[in-house]
């Protein structure tokens, strides 16, 4: 049986794979099972410091597999306990995962699979990639945070017309309206990522985490609130041995040796 997610261990960082290439890796229950098994492997290895998702094949993810919910003869099929268990959990984790956590988007991106890969903190798109807010094709509502993330992205007139008309959006418009991080040549995908990746794999780790708390927290925050949390999680930073660190490398004009560690 073929594993529905493969995980590759690199110097400072993970590749986790969604290993289901010939239904364009959709989700099932097997590859959510075996995606936060993935994902709590990462966190609990200290040497990991950055996450990279992409995809097997010729799509990143098509979102939730249909095929999974359809109706027997005389039966309705009652979403939402999938949201509770698997894809909000999901969402949530990814967003509060302590390092960053970058989607490789090597192809199309639609429905919830669509709205994981925004809820990473970097999204990299292949140039032939697209993003599709399918669901409004088959009579629901953008989950997984789509309702949330799209208006933050793009603002509320592009998320509306990207929401109720489920058309796609190609990866180098998703880099003008904001959407994403950036655009590349299909054949560079997988080296960006990875030199991405490499990147945070040497950076102040905590001090990442703490910058992903605090634009997150900003979203709900009042300016006032928000100052105040900036003035906590500051003092939180300066006291990390990356912010030592990166003072000395600075005075003695080298570059930083961060070790990404809390103490």
């Not at 990875?194 to 905590?206: E, G, N, S, V």
């Not at 939180?236 to 000395?248: M, N």
Request: glycine share 8%; with cysteine; proline share 5%.
């Amino acid at each position: 049986m073929t594993e529905p997610i493969l995980t590759e261990r690199c110097d400072g960082y993970r590749i986790v794979t969604l290993n289901r290439p010939d239904r364009l890796n959709a989700f099932n229950e097997a590859m959510h099972i075996a995606l936060r098994a993935a994902i709590d492997a990462a966190e609990a290895d200290e040497s990991c410091r950055a996450l990279m998702i992409t995809g097997a094949g010729r799509g990143f993810c098509t979102g939730q597999d249909l095929s999974d919910r359809l109706a027997k003869p005389g039966e309705t099929v009652v979403l939402g306990g999938t949201l509770e268990q698997h894809y909000n959990p999901l969402v949530r984790r990814l967003r509060a995962l302590p390092f960053p956590v970058v989607a490789a988007v090597n192809g199309v991106a639609a429905g919830a699979g669509c709205n994981v890969a925004l809820a990473c903190d970097i999204v990299i798109a292949a140039r032939s990639a697209s993003f599709i807010q399918s669901f409004a094709r088959v009579g629901l509502i953008p989950d997984s945070g789509g309702t949330w993330t799209l208006p933050r992205l793009v603002g509320d007139a592009r998320a509306r017309g990207l929401a109720l008309l489920a058309e796609p959006l190609p990866a180098d418009k998703a880099e003008q309206w904001g959407l994403i991080w950036k655009c590349v040549d299909d054949a560079a995908l997988a080296d960006e990522a990875r030199k991405l990746c490499a990147h945070f794999a040497t950076a102040p780790t905590q001090g990442l985490a703490l910058i992903k708390r605090a634009l997150d927290a900003s979203a709900r925050n009042s300016l006032d609130a928000q100052l105040d949390l900036e003035r906590d999680l500051q003092r939180a930073a300066s006291l990390t041995p990356d912010y030592a660190e990166g003072v000395r490398a600075f005075m003695e004009k080298r570059k930083p040796n961060f070790s990404g560690r809390k103490a």
